[in-house]
């Protein structure tokens, strides 16, 4: 599959600039069924992400990888001898927005397979829509655990919240010798949670001491009344599970009120650099995060798209980019193995699938979550500095 993304990125670049069908656009008319699409002259693929609002920076960078993918693939050889339609929805990181949308793609889209949503929310919403249309579904970024437990047809790219709780726990513990750990999550967040309980579980019954445990809420900004607390523990590490805007402000504020740990995360941090700014660079300098790949890997494929990524947007590939371009292939390399887009076939084709790609090779358990390694993240010097690749 790796040679096959090189080459269809190739492609796209000697054959010139076709656009794919995105955005707001109604699919041309077929038929209901994913069976039934089999004979049309395209194969419509949907997608559901956050484009504009809290969540928009992962939203558009999955989005514009997957329309990148479409464009090579499209300029390549195709699918099954067809083009791809592939129709986007902004479903601004809401689970009413997300049903209503998806409710949309099936019903006056006709499409064959859904690439989506981008958080787990969202996607949370949707599985169970998708299990009841059959429709196969792959999440690449939606990293909560019952995303997957929704049925048989759903899957995604990345890691889980669990595997990444997990893993930083272990890695506090075992590779930077923590004795003592504080955490705050935001509870109304299905992600932020379920790292906190996992990151929690796995300290204890690794002897890492959780001696301050605190939350919060979606679109709170002031974090001291629970950083105090944590202050006053003096932690070894503050585990900080939560998306990027809130790193920014909590590590901020963490460092004003004195809080000298190592700040550790997951796979939400990406973006913090940005976002935090010049001025406050130094709140997040030092601290460590696990991801789903290493933009320093020499891997060509994944050299090529950041290239390809940067030419067509003018802006640097994120981890959700990177991911996004991973999912919209393994549901190609699927329905190409089935060959046919019918739903069965390709749910078939993606539970046995071995896949090599940009975030390294790819395989499923019996829960459709891959099974993978993480990149550990250093933030120095202003910038992400990759450390190794990890498992625990």
Not at 233 to 239: A, E, G, Q, T, Y
Not at 266 to 284: C, R, T, Y
Not at 340 to 365: C, F, Q, R
């Amino acid at each position: 599959m790796k040679q096959r993304i090189l080459a269809a990125a190739m492609a796209a670049v000697m054959m010139g600039a076709a656009l794919t069908g995105c955005g707001n656009k109604p699919a041309e008319s077929g038929s209901s069924s994913a069976a039934a699409n089999t004979d049309a002259s395209e194969i419509v693929i949907g997608g559901l992400a956050p484009l504009t609002g809290n969540a928009s920076i992962y939203g558009i960078a999955v989005n514009n990888a997957i329309q990148l993918a479409v464009e090579q693939i499209n300029q390549g050889e195709g699918v099954l001898g067809k083009k791809i339609k592939y129709i986007s929805y902004d479903t601004k990181n809401d689970a009413t927005e997300a049903v209503n949308a998806y409710n949309k793609l099936v019903q006056n889209d006709k499409i064959v397979a859904l690439v989506g949503d981008v958080t787990s929310t969202p996607t949370l919403a949707v599985a169970p829509e998708a299990v009841k249309s059959g429709i196969p579904m792959i999440s690449a970024t939606a990293t909560a655990e019952d995303v997957t437990a929704a049925g048989p047809n759903v899957f995604r790219a990345c890691f889980t919240d669990p595997f990444q709780g997990d893993l930083m726990a272990n890695y506090a513990s075992k590779k930077l010798n923590a004795k003592t750990a504080a955490i705050i999550y935001n509870m109304a967040d299905d992600y932020s949670v379920g790292l906190a309980e996992t990151f929690e579980k796995t300290a204890k019954d690794l002897g890492l001491e959780i001696v301050a445990k605190e939350s919060y809420t979606t679109n709170d900004v002031d974090f001291k009344s629970q950083l105090t607390k944590i202050a006053a523990k003096s932690p070894d590490v503050f585990f900080v599970p939560v998306y990027y805007q809130d790193v920014a402000l909590i590590a901020t504020q963490a460092r004003q009120l004195g809080i000298k740990s190592t700040l550790l995360g997951g796979d939400g941090w990406d973006g913090v650099i940005e976002q935090i700014g010049k001025d406050n660079a130094s709140a997040v300098e030092g601290s460590l995060f696990c991801s789903q790949y290493s933009a320093e890997s020499t891997d060509p494929a994944l050299q090529k798209f950041l290239e390809d990524y940067k030419a067509k947007y003018n802006t640097d590939a994120n981890m959700f980019a990177v991911l996004g371009y991973d999912a919209l292939h393994i549901l190609v390399q699927a329905i190409e193995e089935a060959g046919s887009t019918d739903s069965k076939a390709v749910v078939e084709k993606l539970t046995a699938i071995k896949y090599s790609g940009l975030t390294g090779e790819i395989t499923y358990d019996e829960n459709r979550n891959p099974i993978k390694q993480a990149a550990i993240t250093q933030i120095k010097g202003g910038a992400y500095k990759f450390l190794e690749y990890y498992s625990k």
